[in-house]
């Protein structure tokens, strides 16, 4: 009998798994001009300030199974001023590479998705690098088109 996948609020005891993550956030190739180093810096700092804030505006979980924990999604409420109701946002998403393909990053995406519902959000969203092809096409099959793009130019 397999060992159910269980989702749970993540903890300040995560913060180590969290960290074991981030390299995923890279590994695809950042757009010209990013600094790997300084956007993971980023990116550990606001997950790591989120694991100690509870609110009801957001949800951060943890996907496990077995106690081993697999991946984390977090997830916020938000009302852009081009919206007429607010939206789930998807702040950040990853999964173990070991865990990929076994339905941990759809059970994430699912559990963001019920939460959205749930706090009377019309819509989710996320974004993703236009390099990072894998994780487009995981979105895309789960129903997820491109709404707008953003341009970027470096100024420096």
């Known amino acids: 009998m397999a060992i159910p996948l269980t989702l749970r609020p993540a ?3 995560d913060a180590d798994f969290v960290r074991s993550l981030l390299p995923r956030f890279v590994e695809f190739g950042l757009p010209s001009g990013r600094d790997p180093g ?26 496990e199974q077995g106690g081993e924990p697999l991946g ?13 109701a607010p939206m789930a946002y998807i702040s950040d998403v990853a999964v173990s590479e070991s865990a990929q393909g076994r ?9 963001a998705e019920a939460w959205g519902r ?7 969203a996320l974004k993703v690098f236009a390099t990072n092809t894998h994780a487009r096409a995981f979105y895309a099959s789960l129903g997820y088109a491109e709404d707008h793009l953003e341009l970027v130019k470096p100024l420096g």
């Open 103 to 111: 339905g941990v990053g759809r059970a994430l995406m699912a559990a």
């Open 11 to 13: 903890t300040l005891e």
């Open 38 to 63: 300084a956007f993971l810096e980023r990116i550990e700092r606001a997950l790591l300030s989120n694991l100690e804030q509870e609110d009801a505006f957001s949800a951060f979980w943890i996907a």
């Open 72 to 84: 984390f999604l977090r997830v916020e409420r938000q009302v852009e001023a081009d919206q007429d």
């Open 118 to 124: 749930e706090n009377g959000c019309a819509q989710v």
